[in-house]
């Protein structure tokens, strides 16, 4: 059995006992563009099993603060968020990489606070939902931008989706930093 099969089997049963899970989705500036590490517009934070979100953004915190000590505090609770929920299994979408990802959001943390992130999430917790489907069904399972696509499959609900390029745009205007 492969890795990506044991990982769809362990998060199958994790699904049907009700066990803690955690979808993780962020939006940034554009790393093609960025200077220093992509700056980061607002992270959020599903339970699966409750289905409540939490969203921490720039825009929660007091505009007198300044951009860096905003950012770095959605960063914070985001950590503090994780290291509440230490059995939760995390799932993501292509959040896997140095530019975009866990690596990318500590990476951005260093850079704000010039010191290690509060919390590190172990890989072993961590599901790559995109990776997980396509071992399953293919890369053709549904069209690009496949996030999007597979919710319109599925009927599920978009309502604060921004693509990419819309996110990355958002945060290079100020909008959320104001």
């Not at 790393?31 to 969203?55: L, M």
């Not at 939760?88 to 990802?101: L, P, Q, R």
């Not at 606070?113 to 071992?135: G, M, Q």
Request: net charge neutral; with cysteine.
């Amino acid at each position: 059995m492969s890795t990506d099969e044991m990982k769809v089997r362990d998060l199958t049963q994790a699904f049907s006992r009700a066990d803690d899970m955690l979808a993780v989705h962020y939006a940034c500036e554009s790393f093609f563009e960025a200077v220093s590490p992509a700056a980061v517009s607002c992270i959020a934070i599903t339970d699966v099993r409750e289905g409540t979100t939490n969203a921490y953004s720039p825009m929660d915190l007091p505009p007198e603060r300044d951009r860096v000590q905003r950012e770095r505090d959605v960063l914070e609770r985001f950590y503090k968020h994780l290291r509440g929920r230490q059995n939760a299994k995390v799932i993501h979408w292509n959040m896997n990489t140095a530019s975009y990802g866990f690596a990318a959001l500590e990476t951005r943390y260093r850079y704000l606070a010039d010191k290690e992130p509060p919390y590190t999430l172990p890989s072993s917790r961590v599901y790559d939902l995109d990776a997980l489907i396509t071992s399953q069904f293919g890369e053709g399972y549904a069209k690009h931008p496949k996030l999007l696509n597979l919710a319109s499959l599925n009927s599920l609900s978009m309502r604060s989706f921004l693509s990419p390029e819309s996110a990355s745009s958002a945060v290079t205007r100020g909008v959320g930093w104001r």
